[in-house]
Nanobody, 127 residues
Framework: QLQLVESGGGSVQAGGSLILSCKAS????????MGWFRQAPGEEGQGLSS???????QFADFVKGRFTISRDSAVNTLYLQMNTLKPEDTAMYYC?????????????????????WGPGTQVTVSS
């Protein structure tokens, strides 16, 4: 069973930056399509970005140019670099992984293809 744990969340002022990490354990996540999602209280969850095992990425339009996703298979960790943060970025952020040998596709910013989820890390952006 793949286990995921996020870290790096916190409070930051608008315009600031944060780097979220997602450490995988149980077995290697390097063959999995992985993604980042977020959910604010009372709102629908949003898919932010995904990354394939070959490094190809997808981003939601509202984070393009501000967020960067990357993965380091040597340490079994997924990252989300978030720049130019806005108050509306305030949410709980989750990393997720699809099954082994999965390929990110057009659905990879949706929750449904993902099998493994971390408990989340809170990001709060103040104006």
């Amino acid at each position: 069973q793949l286990q995921l744990v996020e870290s790096g969340g916190g409070s930051v002022q608008a315009g600031g930056s944060l780097i979220l990490s997602c450490k995988a354990s149980g077995y290697t996540a390097k063959t999995h399509c992985m993604g980042w999602f977020r959910q604010a209280p009372g709102e629908e969850g949003q898919g932010l970005s995904s990354i394939n095992r070959d490094g190809t990425t997808q981003f939601a339009d509202f984070v393009k140019g501000r967020f960067t996703i990357s993965r380091d298979s040597a340490v079994n960790t997924l990252y989300l670099q978030m720049n130019t943060l806005k108050p509306e970025d305030t949410a709980m952020y989750y990393c997720a992984a699809q099954d082994a040998l999965s390929t990110c596709d057009a659905r990879s910013l949706l929750r449904r293809p993902y099998k493994f989820w971390g408990p989340g890390t809170q990001v709060t952006v103040s104006s």
